[in-house]
């Protein structure tokens, strides 16, 4: 017996976005709804403030098959307050200057 993966079968992996943003009010609650809507799941996320923003990084991963992961960063780069976002696939580490914010306090 043999294991076929289809084309369309993915790995389980994680992705991390930098997120620049106006400011935190408001923009990680729009930025989570997107995520679990679009199919990914939030795994991790950490905020800096700087300068006269706020930068975030969110590391997802898929939740089915199928999920673009262009294309949700696109769709977060859309939302209100977001000026740029940035793509670094696969990236694991947690740098030591950003603080995590637990779930509780997002929402």
Known sequence: MSLHLSPNTRRATIETFTIESDDV???LRRVWTVIEQRGWSVRS???EE???G???RVQ???TGNGRSIETLRLQIERLHNVRRVKLER???EKPSRWKE???AAVI
């Open 25 to 27: 009010n408001g923009t």
């Open 45 to 47: 996320l950490l905020v």
């Open 50 to 52: 700087v300068g006269g």
């Open 54 to 56: 706020v930068e975030t």
């Open 60 to 62: 997802v991963s898929p």
């Open 90 to 92: 696969r990236s694991r």
């Open 101 to 103: 914010i637990p779930h």
